[in-house]
C-alpha cells in the first residue's frame, strides 16, 4: 500500500478570517473556520500551512490554486473550477466536492475521506500516493489520468470514467465498479478481487461461464 505523508501543520495556528482571495496572494500557517469564499476568482493562490473548517468555495474559479501542507474538514468545493492546481500533502474529510473541476491537477499525499466527489473532473490529472476512504464516487472523470498505486477503499466508483488511465497497481478492491467506463487495457496491473473480476470482465464485453459438465 502507498504511504500518505500527513499534512506538516504547527500547532496553535492562530485564528484569521477571510472574505476576499487576491491573486497570487499567499496564506500560510493560520486556522479558517467558517468563512464564505463562495464565487471568488482569483488565480495562483497558495494556501500554506493551514486549517481549513466549514468553508465554503462553491463556484469560484481558483486556477494554479496551491495547497501545501493543508487540512479542509466539512468545506464545500462543489461547482470549483481548480485547473491545474497543485496538493501536496493534503487531506480533505467530508468534504463536499459535487462537480469540482480538478482536470490537470497534481496530486502528491493527498487523502480524501467520507467526501462527496460526485461528478468530479480529474481529466488528465497526476497522483503520487492518492487515497480515496469511503467517498462517492459516482460519474467522476478520471479520463487520461495518473492514478498508479492510488487507493480506493469504500467508494462508490458507479458509472465512473477510467478511460485512457492509468492504474498500474492502482487498489480498486473494496469499491463499487457497477457501468465503470474503462478500456481493456486500462485495467492491466490495477488490482481488483476475485467477485470484481467477473464485474470487470462483464463490463468488457466478456462472458465468463461455468465449465461445462
Known amino acids: ?16 478570517t477571510l472574505t476576499q482571495l487576491e491573486d497570487h496572494q499567499e496564506y500560510a500557517a493560520i486556522a479558517v473556520s467558517g468563512c464564505d469564499l463562495t464565487g471568488q476568482s482569483a488565480s495562483g493562490v497558495l494556501f500554506e500551512e493551514i486549517s481549513l473548517k466549514s468553508t465554503g468555495f462553491t463556484g469560484s474559479r481558483l486556477p494554479g490554486l496551491r495547497l501545501l501542507d493543508a487540512r479542509l474538514s466539512g468545506c464545500d468545493l462543489s461547482g470549483a473550477f481548480l485547473e491545474e492546481a497543485r496538493f501536496r500533502r493534503v487531506e480533505f474529510t467530508g468534504c463536499r466536492l459535487l462537480g469540482v473541476q480538478l482536470a490537470s ?15 468530479a473532473v480529474f481529466v488528465a490529472s497526476q497522483a503520487k500516493a492518492l487515497h480515496f476512504d469511503n467517498c462517492m464516487l459516482r460519474a467522476v472523470t478520471f479520463e487520461g489520468a495518473n492514478l498508479d498505486g492510488a487507493i480506493f477503499r469504500d467508494c462508490d466508483l458507479t458509472n465512473a470514467d477510467l478511460r485512457n488511465a492509468s492504474l498500474k497497481q492502482a487498489d480498486l478492491r473494496r469499491s463499487k465498479l457497477d457501468e465503470l467506463g474503462v478500456f481493456p487495457q486500462d485495467m492491466q496491473r490495477a488490482i ?3 467477485a470484481q473480476a467477473v464485474q470487470v470482465a462483464g463490463l468488457l464485453g466478456v462472458t465468463v461461464m461455468d465449465e461445462e459438465l
Open 1 to 16: 500500500m502507498t504511504k500518505i505523508q500527513p499534512p506538516r501543520l504547527p500547532k496553535g495556528l492562530p485564528a484569521e
Open 192 to 194: 481488483i478481487s476475485p
Open 105 to 119: 491537477v497534481q496530486l502528491d499525499d493527498v487523502r480524501f475521506k467520507d467526501c462527496n466527489l460526485e461528478g
